[in-house]
């Protein structure tokens, strides 16, 4: 390669660099142009916006100190309700015990007076109706003895026979 032909590759990379720069500058220009214009039309909105989110902050801090009203409201809600459950489960419990003691009372109760109706039936049985047996047995033999000695002369064979079958 003579110095000719390399003078001419530097002198067609040297154009070619200035193209490729003066096309960036081209771009970068119009970048430029757009930024413009998008500033223009976001510099009206900026006041706006500043203005949302200074409402937002406000009301962000409102909220903020309603959550902690609500947070301590709920949290005395929760332990009051906590304090009532655990005494009504004592009362339960308590409600129950006395339950228990009163039915074992009550059964016991009952057993006794089962035991003294039974105890009156057999004193009522061996006092009142063994006498009355006794005596009706007495009185049946009275009348038999009455009604033997009452009987006049010879019995008839109607009556020897059911004597006699009486026996047997």
Not at 58 to 72: C, D, F, L, P, Y
Not at 73 to 80: A, M
Not at 101 to 123: G, I, W
């Amino acid at each position: 390669m003579d110095q000719n032909t390399l003078l001419i590759l530097l002198i067609i990379f040297v154009a070619l660099s200035a193209v490729a720069m003066l096309i960036q500058a081209a771009m970068l220009i119009g970048l430029f142009v757009v930024a413009r214009k998008l500033q223009q039309a976001v510099m009206p909105i900026i006041p706006q916006v500043e203005g949302i989110v200074g409402t937002t902050r406000r009301t962000a801090e409102r909220v903020e100190k309603h959550v902690e009203k609500i947070g301590s409201i709920s949290t005395s809600i929760l332990d009051t309700t906590r304090q009532q459950v655990s005494k009504i489960d004592e009362l339960l419990t308590d409600a129950t015990t006395r339950a228990k003691v009163q039915m074992e009372r009550a059964e016991m109760v009952l057993d006794d007076s089962m035991t003294r109706v039974q105890e009156t039936v057999t004193a009522v049985q061996s006092g009142v109706l063994r006498p009355i047996r006794e005596v009706h047995g007495v009185l049946a033999g009275l009348r038999t003895f009455f009604m033997y000695l009452g009987r006049t002369g010879r019995p008839t064979v109607d009556h020897a026979t059911a004597d006699e079958e009486m026996f047997i």
